[in-house]
């Protein structure tokens, strides 16, 4: 079945230091791909997006995702982390050619960013 | 610049009893969805619409149904509420395929007791 894996459940921070987050997703050929940020008692909000083109996307905030095809992966890095960064983090697929109504969800990674 | 717009923010529920969750949007989207959170399990597709007058299962449709009688609005009812239903509902519209992003309301958190 047709997945999206975020492996990091939970990670824990201090302020200053790097972030990266995986997602994989079990889906071949063209995909669309995004990352979506909730903040504590909060709705979600696109942080980035990646349809085409450069494999590297800057979004907002700081943040940035890499694709990289051969890995099914869409990680979200952050070279250095606030405490403001604490939520959690959805990894999202729209697969075009399959269901081209819908994204599907990862499990979400909490991130927790202590001063 | 209200967006998508859910209603109520928070009900508790007794078993069996039914209540309509409103979802409403004002930027002409066509698709909708809602979506439960729990923990653990990240966002599920309960029901969504690619249109006026349509609607569609997603993953977990069992014991919701839905209703889209005008564009703005995506209703999602619950006929007899249970303790499994317990969760955070969330509402979300894109314009017109999902490769554009969703928009998401501020949730309904829904305890059934």
């Known amino acids: 079945a047709q997945s999206v894996s975020q492996h990091n459940h939970h990670v824990i921070l201090s302020e200053a230091a790097s972030l990266e987050l995986g997602c994989n997703y079990s889906y071949g050929g063209t995909v669309n791909l995004f990352w979506y940020v909730q903040y504590p008692g909060q709705h979600l909000q696109l942080l980035l997006k990646y349809f085409s083109g450069d494999p590297l996307v800057k979004g907002i905030k700081g943040f940035e995702a890499e694709f990289i095809k051969s890995k099914f992966s869409f990680n979200l890095r952050k070279p250095s982390v606030q405490w403001s960064d604490t939520a959690e983090y959805f990894c999202a697929v729209n697969v075009p050619s399959y269901n081209t109504d819908k994204l599907i969800f990862g499990t979400g990674t909490r991130l927790q960013v202590f001063p | 610049n209200a967006g998508v717009t859910q209603t109520p923010k928070f009900r508790v529920l007794k078993t069996g009893q039914s209540m309509t969750l409103l979802c409403a949007q004002d930027?002409?989207?066509?698709?909708m969805y809602w979506y439960r959170q729990d923990p653990g399990m990240g966002l599920r597709l309960i029901h969504y619409s690619v249109g006026e007058g349509t609607t569609a299962k997603g993953e977990v449709p069992d014991g919701y149904n839905v209703s889209r009688l005008k564009k703005q609005n995506f209703l999602l009812g619950l006929e007899s509420a249970a303790p499994s239903q317990t969760s955070v509902y969330f509402c979300?519209?894109?314009?017109?395929?999902?490769?554009?992003?969703?928009?998401f309301g501020s949730g309904t958190r829904l305890t059934v007791v």
């Open positions: 979300a519209s894109t314009s017109a395929a999902p490769n554009y992003g969703y928009t």
């Open positions: 930027m002409n989207h066509e698709y």
